[in-house]
């Protein structure tokens, strides 16, 4: 294994010579002409004039060697589907979803917005989609009509691929009357909507329009599409940010530099092999399902579980049954899914095998300690904190498991991760902060490969957004704040827009919400800033209990509340204590699982809370309210 300081400097030094090398984990039909082309940066090229295809080297690739190795395992606690699909039978079926789409008229270029629950065909889809150089729109399927027909008018699909339903929580919801209400808030129209009917709801077709997949898969039982050789800077896909602080922007994805970027972070990031297989909880409807549900394994010739249903059905052992029963070896999640299984019976987790489990990586949010601790010790495997964003398309912060071995810190992702010139900078000088200094974390131009190509259609608002932090200067705002520690591990201190300002102290949420998660009562708690006539802003904490009973009574909300704050005030100072703590059931979250601050601090200034298209669930919301009136 090389050692992290060489092989980080060899990145960032010669990003050539070091990317020319990641590129050979991949097939080319054509080699490139130029590794890096940074002539209009901070619009990065990656392999200009190589010609490559992600199905072909995600899927077709392995056919020589693994066609019969398990390549998509598919399993639904919902519906009680499992299957294995090799990965001759996932090419199979891509084969038959590209020449579906071919004859509804999908050509190079075209986008085609999937909108889907997690079944297989989703994931056919995608690769399909890829295979004939169309470039996919995944929404996440639990958006409802006005948030799908915002991203069908911003992408202008020429072909829609739904479903009859998902299911969720043995809950159906019918996905096909949202398609239809959201398609007529929007103003573009797709040519045709392909239509997966899983049996669980009733459809209506629109006559000329939609087309059943069962019975157009029929009639190409026997096609042949061959890939289709983009050039390597031919946009993939489009994908959304989650919206956590606002309007969600279309990011787009390259080809080549994608593919290269993924297979090399399967090996050196998640320690991954050929015939590995992984288990990523998350949906394909996020950049970690796009990048490692569905891309970064079949890449890297892996088996990869794809799962339709919550972590606590049909109880809080299914993950760990599922390590069991597939031998998985990497499995990636997020820290909030880890808090929901952290409040169940812990023996659950020791009534399966895990020792095929080598990893257990989650980024999403911050891990906080007690959550990582917890895990940690609860399966006894090495829990890797990383960091990124949708933006970022893989980890910029990590330990990687592929290069050396390092220790862990808990409540830091580690160190920045080759290829990213990662640096926390102060926010108004710009110059590098001290070690244990707070400033906005950076990425110096050019982006490494796999990173965003620009915002869709809008080429403006990507140099606007995220080039313009620090004027005259190439740098990349990741818009969250960090600190290095002596080491050089960097610690997330939260969004540069959840900052709180108590009578001239500036405060980030994120470091108060560190300290009340401490306290040994909490399961989960937000901190926002509310307008203070006196000082400014004023802190106020929305906080989850372990156990309810506690603050069942005035008396017991009281005495908790007096406690935390004094919990607060040990750890960071009277400045930082809130002036509220309330206590709630749920708080409110993106789809993706990460607070909706912002949300929560319009609320409780009496605002309107504005984009709430991306809300898991609004009653949450109604419980800060209920919560801030006192009801
Ligand atoms: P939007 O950009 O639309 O507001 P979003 O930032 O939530 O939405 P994503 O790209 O899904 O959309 O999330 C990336 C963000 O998630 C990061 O910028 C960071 O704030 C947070 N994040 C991701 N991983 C971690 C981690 N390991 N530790 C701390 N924060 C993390
Ligand atoms: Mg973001």
């Known amino acids: 294994m090389p050692r992290y300081e060489d092989f980080y400097r060899h990145s960032i030094e010669q990003p050539e010579a070091f990317w020319a090398d990641q590129a050979k984990l991949i097939d080319w039909h054509e080699p490139w002409t130029e590794v890096l082309d940074t002539t209009r940066s901070p619009f990065t090229r990656w392999f200009s004039g190589g010609r490559t295809n992600l199905c072909h080297n995600a899927v077709d690739r392995h056919l020589a060697e693994r066609a019969a190795q398990p390549a998509l395992i598919y399993i639904s606690t919902e519906t009680g589907i499992e299957r294995t699909y090799t990965y001759a039978e996932l090419h199979a079926e891509v084969v038959r979803m590209a020449a579906i789409m071919q004859g509804l008229g999908v050509q190079r270029g075209d986008r085609v917005l999937i909108y889907m629950p997690m079944i297989a065909e989703a994931a056919f889809a995608m690769l399909a989609c890829t295979r004939i150089g169309a470039i996919h729109s995944v929404v996440f399927g639990g958006f409802a009509s006005v948030s799908l027909a915002s991203r069908i008018d911003d992408a202008a699909p020429k072909l829609i691929v739904s479903a009859d339903a998902g299911s969720r929580g043995g809950k159906v919801v019918a996905y096909k009357p949202l398609l239809d209400e959201a398609l007529q808030r929007a103003a573009h129209q797709p040519e045709h909507v392909l239509l997966v009917d899983r049996g669980l709801a009733p459809m209506a077709h629109v006559p000329g329009r939609d087309v059943d997949y069962a019975g157009a898969r029929v009639q190409v039982a026997n096609a042949d599409v061959p890939c289709v050789w983009?050039?390597?800077?031919?946009?993939?896909?489009?994908?959304?940010?989650?919206?956590?602080?606002?309007?969600?922007?279309?990011?787009?994805?390259?080809?080549?530099?994608?593919?290269?970027?993924?297979?090399?972070?399967?090996?050196?990031?998640?320690?991954?092999?050929?015939?590995?297989?992984?288990?990523?909880?998350?949906?394909?409807?996020?950049?970690?399902?796009?990048?490692?549900?569905?891309?970064?394994?079949?890449?890297?010739?892996?088996?990869?579980?794809?799962?339709?249903?919550?972590?606590?059905?049909?109880?809080?052992?299914?993950?760990?049954?599922?390590?069991?029963?597939?031998?998985?070896?990497?499995?990636?999640?997020?820290?909030?899914?880890?808090?929901?299984?952290?409040?169940?019976?812990?023996?659950?987790?020791?009534?399966?095998?895990?020792?095929?489990?080598?990893?257990?990586?989650?980024?999403?949010?911050?891990?906080?300690?007690?959550?990582?601790?917890?895990?940690?010790?609860?399966?006894?495997?090495?829990?890797?904190?990383?960091?990124?964003?949708?933006?970022?398309?893989?980890?910029?912060?990590?330990?990687?498991?592929?290069?050396?071995?390092?220790?862990?810190?808990?409540?830091?992702?580690?160190?920045?991760?080759?290829?990213?010139?990662?640096?926390?900078?102060?926010?108004?000088?710009?110059?590098?902060?001290?070690?244990?200094?707070?400033?906005?974390?950076?990425?110096?131009?050019?982006?490494?490969?796999?990173?965003?190509?620009?915002?869709?259609?809008?080429?403006?608002?990507?140099?606007?957004?995220?080039?313009?932090?620090f004027p005259g200067r190439q740098l990349y705002s990741s818009f969250d704040w960090g600190m290095r520690d002596e080491d050089g591990y960097v610690y997330?201190?939260?969004?540069?827009?959840?900052?709180?300002?108590?009578?001239?102290?500036?405060?980030?949420?994120?470091?108060?919400?560190?300290?009340?998660?401490?306290?040994?009562?909490?399961?989960?708690?937000?901190?926002?800033?509310?307008?203070?006539?006196?000082?400014?802003?004023?802190?106020?904490?929305?906080?989850?209990?372990?156990?309810?009973?506690?603050?069942?009574?005035?008396?017991?909300?009281?005495?908790?509340?007096?406690?935390?704050?004094?919990?607060?005030?040990?750890?960071?100072?009277?400045?930082?204590?809130?002036?509220?703590?309330?206590?709630?059931?749920a708080l409110p979250k993106t789809r993706s699982g990460k607070l909706l601050r912002r949300a929560m601090q319009a609320v409780a200034e009496g605002r309107d809370p504005g984009d709430l298209t991306t809300i898991e669930d609004p009653t949450a919301l109604d419980q800060v309210r209920g919560a801030l009136s006192g009801t």
């Not at 970064?296 to 299914?318: F, I, K, Q, S």
């Not at 939260?494 to 102290?505: L, P, Q, S």
């Not at 009340?516 to 926002?528: F, G, I, K, P, R």
């Not at 307008?531 to 802003?537: L, P, S």
């Open 492 to 585: 997330i201190l939260g969004r540069t827009d959840d900052v709180i300002n108590v009578a001239g102290h500036r405060l980030g949420t994120r470091e108060i919400e560190e300290s009340l998660s401490s306290h040994a009562a909490v399961a989960e708690v937000a901190v926002v800033g509310v307008e203070d006539k006196i000082k400014g802003q004023a802190a106020i904490a929305f906080a989850i209990v372990r156990d309810a009973a506690r603050v069942a009574t005035t008396e017991g909300r009281l005495a908790l509340e007096g406690e935390l704050m004094k919990t607060v005030e040990g750890q960071l100072g009277a400045v930082a204590r809130p002036a509220r703590i309330y206590f709630v059931n």
């Open 230 to 469: 983009l050039e390597s800077n031919e946009p993939s896909y489009i994908l959304y940010t989650s919206g956590t602080t606002g309007k969600p922007k279309g990011v787009q994805r390259d080809t080549g530099g994608y593919a290269v970027a993924l297979a090399a972070s399967m090996r050196l990031i998640f320690g991954g092999q050929p015939g590995d297989t992984m288990f990523t909880t998350s949906d394909i409807g996020w950049v970690v399902g796009h990048s490692y549900i569905i891309y970064g394994p079949l890449l890297a010739g892996m088996a990869t579980v794809m799962y339709e249903g919550t972590p606590l059905r049909p109880d809080a052992a299914v993950w760990w049954r599922i390590v069991e029963q597939y031998k998985v070896n990497q499995m990636f999640s997020a820290p909030t899914a880890i808090r929901v299984l952290k409040k169940q019976d812990p023996a659950l987790l020791k009534r399966h095998d895990l020792s095929s489990l080598r990893t257990l990586f989650l980024a999403g949010e911050p891990l906080d300690e007690p959550t990582g601790r917890w895990i940690h010790e609860a399966i006894g495997k090495p829990v890797v904190d990383n960091y990124w964003q949708t933006e970022t398309g893989w980890p910029m912060l990590a330990l990687a498991r592929g290069v050396e071995d390092l220790p862990g810190k808990f409540g830091s992702p580690g160190l920045p991760v080759y290829g990213f010139k990662l640096d926390v900078l102060d926010e108004l000088t710009g110059e590098p902060c001290a070690v244990g200094q707070k400033g906005v974390l950076t990425l110096a131009a050019p982006l490494p490969p796999g990173c965003m190509s620009t915002i869709w259609n809008n080429d403006a608002r990507f140099v606007d957004t995220y080039w313009s932090a």
